[in-house]
């Protein structure tokens, strides 16, 4: 039994994509409109989910017996040592790590606990652009250009990787291996849960399927809430990202972020998602989720589930070839807009977009007819009067 959901438009070409990148909790932006973003720039910082981290340390009676290293305002990273304690003669000793970066809120006798404030998170763009918008409380507003996959469901935050596409029929959760950390992987069927967990194993960086069944998506989303650093490596992975000086990623990249482009069931993906998402395999690709909860208040397509191909950095299309080699006030013919055949003058040139009815977003310009009409026009359906 497969559950259906309504067909929309799911692919768009070289469209005019805005971009919510979202703050899970209260953000500062660290941009300003205007500003050109790449895929790693920083675009602000966020407040953690545990503002407070507690370590407890041996006491003895009514207070702490174990030697403390640090102070109370004293910044810490995590792994640091905070108080170690002697027995038996010093033929035993134990350390007390802090559990993350942060500052040393304070130091209770009473419970005998150490208490970190953890450090702001950094809001990585995962994608290049231009700042549109800076909000508070829902986060930066990233407008770029490319093609787009929008998905019906999906968990997870923003992440992005290199594109590779997985056949039908595979063995898909054994075809997997440490080659594909840090990927977006493009699975065409349904994906379950132990395609998820092997994603979470391996560190992958994004799934993307046809179909999910309803609990396992669930299950997904629950764990990607709740998970944190420290449970990811008691449940998850391996010895070496356990040791004090391993770095711990932001908790919007501990877990893959999931898309799933045509809703519950078992249903394969469709074809011209998928024949898009083949077409740019080995290239890079940015992917939402949309894990974070505030971005739904944003409630605009800005805020959907989606797959984000943006055109390579430094890349003439066959349109922007065709727009420098025109400019405002040419004569020009337009073809197929008004009339068949219509004559006027560029009044405007738009690299960013002119919306067409069938959703499509293309290079255009605004040209003035003889009689006074003005219309956008699509830049293809452009050429210079003799």
């Known amino acids: 039994m497969a559950l259906y959901v309504a067909r929309k438009p799911k692919v768009r070409l070289n469209a005019d994509v805005l971009r919510l990148r979202a703050f899970p909790s209260v953000g500062e932006p660290g941009v300003s409109p205007g500003d050109e973003v790449k895929w790693d720039t920083v675009l602000g910082q966020y407040a953690s989910r545990r503002r407070l981290r507690f370590v407890r340390v041996e006491s003895s009676g009514d207070g702490i ?24 003669f010093g033929l035993g000793f134990n350390e007390y790590t802090s559990p993350c970066d942060g500052e040393v809120a304070g130091i209770r006798q009473d419970t005998a606990t150490i208490a970190i404030k953890e450090a702001p998170v950094p809001l990585t763009s995962n994608m290049p652009g231009r700042v549109e918008s800076t909000d508070d409380a829902l986060g930066i507003f990233v ?27 595979q063995a898909l959760s054994l075809d997997l291996s440490v080659k594909d950390t840090g990927k977006v992987i493009v699975f065409p069927g349904q994906v379950t849960q132990e395609l998820l967990e092997a994603c979470m194993k391996l560190r992958v960086a994004g ?12 299950w997904y989303r629950n ?21 004090k000086d391993a770095s711990a990623p932001p908790p919007m990249e501990i877990s893959p972020a999931l898309v799933v482009t045509e809703g519950f069931g078992d249903i394969p993906m469709s074809d011209d998602a998928f024949e898009l998402l083949s077409r740019h395999e080995g290239e890079r690709a940015f992917l939402d989720g949309v894990g974070a909860f505030r971005s739904k208040a944003a409630g605009g397509i800005e805020s959907l589930p989606c797959v984000f191909i943006p055109m390579s950095g430094g890349e003439t299309t066959e349109a922007g070839k065709y727009l420098e080699c ?54 293809f359906n452009i050429e210079k009067a003799d």
């Open 223 to 243: 764990l990607v809430e709740k998970l944190d650093w420290d449970e990811f490596l008691a449940r998850y992975w391996t010895r070496e990202l356990r040791e």
């Open 207 to 218: 799934a993307i399927a046809g179909s999910v069944q309803s609990r396992v998506l669930q």
């Open 143 to 169: 407008r770029s250009r490319g093609d787009l996959v929008f998905g019906t469901l999906g968990a997870g935050y923003g992440r992005s990787g290199t594109l590779e596409v997985r056949n039908p029929g």
């Open 326 to 379: 025109l400019k405002e006030g040419d004569r020009v013919t337009v073809l197929g807009i008004v009339e068949p055949l219509v004559e006027g003058t560029i009044l405007e040139l738009n690299e960013e977009g002119v919306p067409l009815q069938t959703g499509l977003s293309v290079p255009g310009a605004k040209v003035q007819t003889r009689d006074g009409r003005v219309f956008w026009a699509p830049v």
């Open 65 to 88: 017996s174990a030697t403390v290293l640090v102070g109370e305002g004293q910044n810490v990273k995590r792994g640091e040592v905070l108080a170690y304690y002697s027995y038996l």
